[in-house]
T-cell receptor, first 116, second 116 residues
């Protein structure tokens, strides 16, 4: 049981390049999330998904796109990277939120992205 | 708007001693969850403890306990018998029950150092 995994762990991009971050979970969770973490700030929600084939915007969605083609995978894309997107990116997943026991989010190890 | 405030950017504790990390939040909701997450140098976000707002009893997990004061909107974390492995960034987080996004709102974190 790997939990939540993220690929890659580190990446350096040049301004204008594109890339995709992959998040995978093996816990059969319905909900998945992408957060970014910047110095001096807590995690902020970029996009989220409430189930396979669905996505929605979070707090800071600009410059990012996501897809949830399979229940276990949640992809975060940067079409044209900018230095402001230098950050640590975390993926998380959780069960159906309507269950009182199902709201806890489990996080991946993070991806450190640097945009030059 | 819901906000989470951690007023202690850094804290230090001697090994085997007790330390309390502070967290306050602002919400107009009556039913919600509160969490403490630990982020060691590995960057992994690890759930330490959670508290349901409808429960008056304070949550405990081994050496970790909380002091939940709903009227004061305060949610502090007490770490007893501190160990070197407790050194990490600690984030307080809030989530409204039944919210469509299951969105977590994070504080800015408290960096805890444990002195041998």
């Amino acid at each position: 049981n790997a939990g939540v995994t993220q690929t890659p762990k580190f990446r350096v991009l040049k301004t204008g390049q594109s890339m995709t971050l992959l998040c995978a979970q093996d816990m059969n969770h319905e909900y998945m999330y992408w957060y970014r973490q910047d110095p001096g700030m807590g995690l902020r929600l970029i996009h989220y998904s409430v189930g396979e084939g669905t996505t929605a915007k979070g707090e800071v969605p600009d410059g990012y796109n996501v897809s949830r083609l399979k229940k276990q995978n949640f992809l975060l894309g940067l079409e044209s990277a900018a230095p402001s997107q230098t950050s640590v990116y975390f993926c998380a997943s959780s069960y159906n939120v309507m269950s009182r026991d199902g709201d806890t989010q489990y996080f991946g190890p993070g991806t450190r992205l640097t945009v030059l | 708007a819901q906000t989470v405030t951690q007023s202690q950017p850094e804290m230090s504790v001697q090994e085997a001693e007790t330390v309390t990390l502070s967290c306050t939040y602002d919400t107009s909701e009556s039913d919600y969850y509160l969490f403490w997450y630990k982020q060691p140098p590995s960057r992994q976000m690890i759930l330490v403890i959670r508290q349901e707002a409808y429960k008056q009893q304070n949550a405990t997990e081994n050496r970790f306990s909380v002091n939940f004061q709903k009227a004061a909107k305060s949610f502090s974390l007490k770490i007893s018998d501190s160990q070197l492995g407790d050194a990490a960034m600690y984030f307080c987080a809030y989530k409204v029950l039944g919210g469509a996004t299951n969105k977590l709102i994070f504080g800015t974190g408290t960096l805890l150092a444990v002195q041998p």
